[in-house]
């Protein structure tokens, strides 16, 4: 692949997972300019870079959904959870180009005018008859191969505002707002019922452009394996010259040799630092994921994001993405009752997801808590039985600890019915694996 080509699908796939929380934000937040500035000036660097590649369907997508946001940047369209949803959608057409970019080096043969006239209506204020139908499903999604393609480095409408996407500690000051509106704007989807709005709160602010982020650059693994291979080597050998010295009474080695052994020891931890990043990272897609649940499910969800500083070796952060992916979708199906349940037994109607990672011991730990209604335990032995893992009498000498176990058997489900969200009995079993 064109070393040029490589470079946009690594710097794109970073730019859609920021686009994809800043959206959000934006949803929650939509008189915040430095949020708008920050997704207008992603989309458009985007479509600039498609069309120096030449790549017009990409940049006719980008340059769409560029219309709505300058819209919103100067004031002339009002954000809404309705609007949002379609820059997401655009969002998502562009993920699956470029997917099928990155397995064959081309763009897929076929039409976005469908979603390019939603968008173009938006930004002009007309109203279009139906939202646009969602992309045709053989072209993989970019996230999926483009964590293929950065694994060598280390670096539709919907109600009232469905995000809140808070800072964890700092107090941010508060920002000018956007020069209202001048008229209201009809939006090109057509309002659907009501439904479910969710909240995010803990997860960092993405609109403010990071000063640590522009003084960075992508180094490939391999080096850095290479150069941690090297500092192994030299750590044996430090080891042996200090058994030598250890056996001889002659001490002029002495000093400068332990001098050498701090500094390999400071070497040794300073290439291991640089394996580490923050648990963040793998959480970065879960405010959207939630977002999208909440619509699907009708449900009122709040996604709390603590400790996102902790640190973690790459490599295990990217086992752990998709184990956390899946219980936070299992939280939020399985565990989080329904909205109208939820207020009958006295619960808030908002139900609580909440992810924390923290040090204790030596030791990282990352925790997944809801409030719903637990592990129903009559329906795992009733589909224990049913599946032929148990027999009734096998399941009354079980404890019930022993019995949860059976949620991680491949298959295993206890979703009445299979679901886009659950029922295939795959998640928890990707979980163990």
């Avoid at 934000?25 to 008189?31: A, G, K, V």
């Avoid at 808070?166 to 704007?185: I, N, Y």
């Avoid at 969800?301 to 070796?313: K, S, Y």
């Amino acid at each position: 692949m064109d070393d040029l080509l490589s470079e946009f699908l690594t710097e794109t796939s970073e730019s859609l997972s920021t686009l994809d929380s800043a959206l959000v934000n934006l949803e929650q937040n939509p008189n915040d300019p430095q949020i708008l500035g920050n997704i207008f000036r992603l989309v458009h660097t985007i479509k600039g870079t498609c069309g120096f590649l030449g790549l017009p369907r990409l940049e006719h997508v980008a340059h769409a959904g560029e219309n709505v946001l300058g819209k919103f940047r100067d004031g002339e369209l009002e954000v809404t959870p309705a609007a949002v949803t379609l820059i997401l959608q655009s969002i998502d057409r562009i993920k699956l180009i470029l997917g099928h970019l990155e397995q064959n080096e081309c763009e897929p043969e076929g039409s976005d005018e469908d979603l390019i006239a939603h968008l173009n209506a938006m930004a002009d204020g007309r109203p279009e008859g139906a939202p646009p139908p969602p992309p045709p499903p053989p072209m993989p999604t970019f996230e999926s191969v483009a964590e293929s393609a950065r694994a060598p480095e280390a670096a539709a409408a919907v109600p009232p505002p469905a995000f809140q996407v808070e800072p964890e500690t700092e107090d941010e000051p508060e920002p000018e707002p956007l020069p209202a509106p001048r008229a209201a704007v009809p939006v090109a989807a057509p309002q659907p019922p009501a439904v479910a709005a969710a909240v995010v709160t803990g997860a960092p602010l993405e609109a403010k452009e990071s000063a640590v982020a522009a003084q960075t650059i992508r180094v490939n693994v391999e080096l850095l394996e290479n150069l941690m291979t090297l500092v192994s080597e030299l750590v044996l050998t430090r080891n042996q010259l200090l058994q030598m010295v250890r056996g001889r009474d002659d001490s002029e080695f002495a000093t400068p040799l332990q001098r050498l052994s701090h500094i390999t020891t400071d070497l040794q931890e300073g290439v291991m630092k640089t394996r580490m990043q923050p648990i963040g990272n793998a959480w970065a897609k879960l405010p959207r994921i939630v977002r999208d649940l909440s619509v699907e499910m009708n449900k009122k969800i709040d996604l709390q994001m603590l400790g996102a500083e902790t640190e973690l070796d790459r490599q295990v952060l990217e086992l752990i993405k998709d184990p956390l992916t899946h219980m936070v979708r299992n939280s939020a199906d399985h565990g989080l009752e329904p909205t109208d349940e939820r207020k009958r037994i006295g619960k808030p109607e908002v139900g609580k997801i909440v992810l924390n990672a923290y040090h204790e011991g030596g030791h990282i730990i990352i925790e997944i808590s809801d409030d719903g209604r637990g592990l129903n335990l009559d329906r795992i032995k009733q589909k224990a039985v049913q599946n032929g893992i148990a027999s009734e009498s096998e399941l009354e000498t079980l404890t019930p600890q022993q019995i949860y176990q059976f949620i991680f058997k491949a298959g295993f489900s206890t979703a009445e019915k299979v679901t886009s969200v659950s029922g295939r009995g795959v998640g928890m079993d990707v979980v163990r694996t």
